[in-house]
Structures are given as structure tokens and as C-alpha cells.
Nanobody
């Protein structure tokens, strides 16, 4: 049974940076599409960034392009999200997610397609 566990959330002022990490256990990492989603109070969960285990391609939501960077360390089964130039609208619970499919086989950042989810880590950006 696969598990994902996030860490690294916290509170920061606008313009600041945070680094989120997600450790995957019990999963075959090389074949996974792994990514980060977020959900703000009263809003739907939305995709932020993803890495395709099939070809290594990265995908970003328009709202975070140029500010966030996703990376993974297969040896450590770890997925990271470097977040820079944070804005108050980035405030949300951030979730790590994974699915044993390539990006092309899923809807873009489709929540329903992802099989494994972490419990989330809170990111709060103050103005």
C-alpha cells in the first residue's frame, strides 16, 4: 500500500520562499506521475505542478509558472516543490499526489485520475 507524506509547509510573507517535500513509500517511483495540488478554503482542489515518470517532463499551472519548480529524487523517493515569490493567493493546503500512469493518459491535473494522496501541508502567505 503506497503512502505519501508531505512536509515543509509554514507561514511566510509575500515575496518569500518555501520548499515542500513529499516522501513516497511503498510505491514504484519510476513509473509514477507525481505532482502537487492545492486547495484553498471554499475552493476546489487544483493542480500546481507535476513530473511525468514516463518521460521526465514537467507541467505547471499558469498561476505558478516561473515561480515554482518541481523536482524529484528517485533514490530517496522524494518529490519537492520549490516555491518562490509567494503571493497571498498561494495560501492553501498543499497535497502530494501520484498515479501509475503517464501525463498523456490523464486529464491535465485531473484530481480524479490521481490514485495516491498525502494528508497535506499548510502554506500561508501574508501580505
Amino acid at each position: 500500500q503506497g503512502e505519501l507524506e508531505e512536509s515543509g509547509g509554514g507561514s511566510v510573507q509575500a515575496g518569500g520562499s518555501l520548499r515542500l517535500s513529499c516522501v513516497a513509500s511503498g510505491l514504484i517511483d519510476s513509473a509514477l506521475l507525481v505532482g502537487w495540488f492545492r486547495q484553498a478554503p471554499g475552493k476546489e482542489r487544483e493542480g500546481v505542478a507535476a513530473i511525468d515518470g514516463d518521460d521526465g517532463s514537467t507541467h505547471y499551472a499558469d498561476s505558478v509558472k516561473g515561480r515554482f519548480t518541481i523536482s524529484k529524487d528517485n533514490a530517496k523517493n522524494t518529490l519537492n516543490l520549490e516555491m518562490n515569490s509567494l503571493k497571498p493567493e498561494d495560501t492553501a493546503m498543499y497535497y502530494c499526489a501520484a498515479v501509475p500512469k503517464p501525463w498523456a493518459a490523464c486529464g491535465p491535473f485531473s484530481v480524479a485520475d490521481f490514485t495516491y494522496w498525502g494528508q497535506g501541508t499548510q502554506v500561508t502567505v501574508s501580505s
